[in-house]
Structures are given as C-alpha cells and as structure tokens.
C-alpha cells in the first residue's frame, strides 16, 4: 500500500497510479483516525494508501538491548525493532509490568563498526502486548553517534 506524506501545513498530495493525476487534500481531519484511505481518481482508477503524519525518520532495526524501570525494580531484555532522533519502539522477551507514563532507561549497542553502546531515558508512550513505543526523555535533541547511524 502507498505511502503519502503529510507537509507542515496539513496537506498531502495523492497521486493516481494510472494516469499520474496529483490532487493535493487537507487531511488535518484523518489525524486522529486510522489512517488507511481509498482515492478514486477522475480517470476512474481506486486505489488504496496510508497517511504518514510523522515528521521524524524512522529506522527499522533489530538490535538486542534491556530496559530498566527503577521505580518498579524490572529489568529486561529486549530487541529494539525501531528507532528515531526522538523516540523508540521495542520488543521485551518476556512479559513485563511497563505501564503507560512509566519513565525507562533502554541500554543498547548500534550494530554499525563502532558498537557505539546507546543509553537514553525513555517516556513510555503506547503498549501492545510485550511491543513498547517511548519517546526519549533527555533534553539533548540529538546525539551525533545516533544521527549518523540513522543515516546508513
């Protein structure tokens, strides 16, 4: 399914396979919806795509790690399955008592020549099971060695 992204002022352009007629729409009222759509061009031809709201690169990655949560005295192992310049998304290898707002520190190593080791404090945002989405927590933005890595 086709991916179309969304511009700083809300705005996408959705573009027909078939005859390549591109149509700019406001999408700012699919924000909070499950973003999956069907177009139907004036040439007649339906075709499906997602909204990407997200403004931050996203790298799926498959990095082994753990997690410490202090102030429940748990830690894990984990696979960290997705990173960005902002935030986190990780697998635990067991189940856990990581609640929603639970502040976390993830250790991991990057997987490029340097083996960099990354530690950041993380906020825990949304859970699915033992599949956890964090944003980090330190006011340092960007980290150079975690920069770099995301753009190889």
């Not at 399914?1 to 511009?7: A, G, L």
């Amino acid at each position: 399914m086709k991916k179309v992204y969304v511009d700083k002022t809300k705005q996408a352009t959705i573009i027909c396979p078939k005859c390549g007629f591109e149509k700019n729409i406001d999408v700012t009222g699919f924000k909070d919806t499950q973003k999956r759509l069907k177009a139907k061009c004036k040439c007649g031809e339906t075709h499906r795509f997602t909204i990407e709201f997200r403004t931050k690169y996203r790298k799926d990655v498959r990095l082994p790690g753990e997690y410490i949560a202090q102030e429940k005295k748990e830690k894990g192992e984990i696979i960290i399955r997705e990173l960005s310049l902002t935030g986190i998304r990780f697998e635990s290898l067991k189940p856990h008592q990581i609640s929603t707002d639970d502040t976390l520190e993830v250790k991991f190593k990057l997987d490029n020549p340097l083996r960099k080791e990354i530690r950041k404090l993380v906020k825990v945002i949304w859970i699915k099971d033992r599949i956890v989405g964090a944003h980090y927590t330190e006011t340092k933005f960007y980290e150079k060695d975690l920069g770099f890595y995301m753009k190889t």
